[in-house]
């Protein structure tokens, strides 16, 4: 079944966060996902929601492959590069 990386991103450093970009996007590759979402305009249509300043939607064939990628080394190498670069709230959801 598949599974939906979802993260909203804050980007206090412009210049890293195209470096964290780059190795994630090796990562999430190699792990089977595939981007859905990566930033654009978001509107609210109904509620209380604060728009992030970057929104991004990454499917996976599962929740398990999922969390390889997050666990793996090469997400590893860009967490780290993300460190000083954003600040990341980060979810995996199953789909239906």
């Not at 780290?80 to 990341?88: I, L, Q, S």
Request: net charge negative.
């Amino acid at each position: 079944m598949a599974a939906y990386l979802m993260a909203e991103a804050k980007v206090t450093d412009p210049d890293a966060y195209e470096t964290y970009k780059r190795l994630a996007q090796v990562a999430i590759a190699q792990y089977g996902g595939r981007y859905l979402v990566r930033g654009g305009a978001v509107d609210v249509l109904e509620g209380h929601w604060t728009p992030p300043q970057r929104l991004v939607v990454v499917e996976f064939p599962s929740v398990e492959q999922a969390k390889r990628f997050y666990d793996s080394p090469e997400y590893r190498a860009a967490r780290e590069a993300r460190a000083t670069a954003a600040d990341m709230n980060m979810l995996v959801v199953a789909g239906i």
